[in-house]
């Protein structure tokens, strides 16, 4: 059972990790499993879950095999009988020393707190933050403002910028929740058309636009010329080489759903229907052909082509 | 290889009229009357050819108004310096065009 609730840490390592690192830290898990077997998070999730992401959080930050079992320990001081002497006898002070810690860090000592120390805690509020629809608007409106206050620019000191960055979107979401109105979603339904990667980005900016607009009409108008622009927009960014890839993948899964259904049509042997499926292909060609067009050097070699003739006539 | 349309240079315009300040996408549909979906992609077209840079908006000014957080846009160094000859190329145009003769009083 162990393994299978490790699986995302050991996926998630970037430190080199012995196998004498991964029984240790099997080990912790194993006890942080036993010692918090039938407490509950809010969400209805068994404990361990909470702590094995924090743990996932952590290895991918290259921490070691022995903040990882610090990782998966953080709670047992506080939530469980588990004493300081058992957890420095049974896995060393190595991390027994950052647990006792991280349970005693208060706000002022924060800034002076050792590096490993802070990266656990931090580590802890982003899964906090990932699952904080479960607890009380109060409390998520205080835990979103200390996190912007203080715990984001310590991410940033400590050059942790993707958990930052991800705090800080966290909490901005939560303090400024998204108006469901037809308006929003008619524009984040058309931006699946926007690469992967950046639709995030793109969605919040137009979020935050939309919620400073005053009349319903002019929501439905910045809306309007949104959906109106995006398939331009995906154009654009996707003849950008950093999204070539996905688009690529895209391309691909377009291309495969074309041919599934075009054999599909065949097999059901109507005409109307291979017709119908032929027709559809070739739309859906002439739009992948503008949608994916990676270079504009086949529009400037036409244009030369053209002048080349202007020019001999 | 940038597409100069005429609401780029419109866009380009207002940015290099005071090339320190950062502007972002409704302020600049506002000032323009342009719509959303032509600023937006002229925005990204930019910052793809390296004239703007965006970032987000600092947390201080935005918190205290409640509101999230702008994505704000500004010119960067190289960026002002082709904006403005493409601007001053725009020009030359303009001025071509006031000085050709009209069609008023031809017989």
């Known amino acids: 059972m162990t393994d299978n609730l490790l699986a995302p840490v050991l996926a998630a390592a970037t430190a080199a990790w012995d196998t004498d690192d991964v029984r240790r830290i099997a080990h912790a898990c194993r006890v942080a499993e036993r010692l918090h077997r039938g407490q509950l998070r809010r969400s209805g999730d068994p404990e361990i879950s909470h702590l094995v992401e924090v743990a996932t959080i952590v290895a991918?930050?290259?921490?070691?095999?022995?903040?990882?079992?610090?990782?998966?320990?953080?709670?047992?001081?506080?939530?469980?009988?588990?004493?300081?002497?058992?957890?420095?006898?049974?896995?060393?002070?190595?991390?027994?020393?950052?647990?006792?810690?991280?349970?005693?860090?208060?706000?002022?000592e924060v800034p002076t707190a050792d590096r490993e120390v802070l990266l656990l805690k931090l580590a802890d509020r982003l899964h906090n933050m990932r699952t904080?629809?479960?607890?009380?608007?109060?409390?998520?409106?205080?835990?979103?403002?200390?996190?912007?206050?203080?715990?984001?620019?310590?991410a940033r000191r400590l050059g942790l910028t993707g958990v930052g960055e991800e705090l800080t979107e966290l909490a901005n979401r939560t303090l400024h929740g998204e108006r469901r109105t037809l308006s929003s979603a008619v524009v984040r339904g058309s931006a699946v058309l926007l690469p992967r990667s950046v639709r995030a980005r793109w969605l919040a900016e137009w979020a935050a636009e939309l919620a400073t607009l005053p009349t319903r009409r002019a929501t439905a108008r910045f809306a309007a010329g949104l959906v109106i622009g995006m398939p331009r927009l995906a154009w654009i960014l996707r003849s950008s080489p950093t999204s070539r890839r996905s688009t690529a993948r895209l391309g691909r899964r377009l291309a495969s759903t074309v041919v599934g259904g075009v054999w599909v049509a065949a097999t059901v042997d109507s005409t109307l229907a291979l017709a119908a499926a032929a027709a559809i292909a070739g739309c859906i060609a002439l739009a992948a052909a503008v949608l994916f067009t990676t270079s504009d050097e086949p529009a400037r070699r036409l244009r030369e082509l053209i002048e080349s003739w202007r020019n001999q006539r | 290889m940038l597409r100069m349309t005429l609401q780029t240079r419109l866009v380009l315009s207002v940015l290099l009229d005071d090339p320190r300040r950062e502007r972002y996408g409704l302020e600049l549909c506002e000032l323009l009357g342009l719509a959303s979906g032509t600023i937006y992609p002229i925005l990204s077209r930019l910052e793809q050819a390296g004239w703007l840079l965006s970032s987000w908006e600092d947390p201080t000014v935005h918190e205290e108004s409640g509101r999230p957080r702008r994505r704000l846009y500004r010119l960067t160094d190289d960026g002002a310096v082709q904006a403005g000859r493409s601007l001053e190329r725009t020009r030359k145009?303009?001025?071509?065009?006031?000085?050709?003769?009209s069609w008023e009083g031809r017989a």
């Open chain 1, 60 to 108: 991918g930050q290259g921490a070691s095999a022995d903040i990882v079992c610090a990782a998966l320990l953080h709670d047992v001081l506080e939530d469980t009988q588990y004493t300081i002497e058992e957890l420095r006898d049974e896995f060393g002070p190595a991390v027994a020393g950052p647990v006792q810690a991280l349970t005693r860090l208060t706000e002022a």
């Open chain 2, 93 to 101: 145009q303009l001025r071509l065009l006031r000085s050709a003769p």
């Open chain 1, 132 to 154: 904080i629809a479960f607890v009380a608007p109060d409390t998520q409106r205080t835990k979103s403002t200390e996190t912007l206050r203080t715990l984001v620019p310590l």
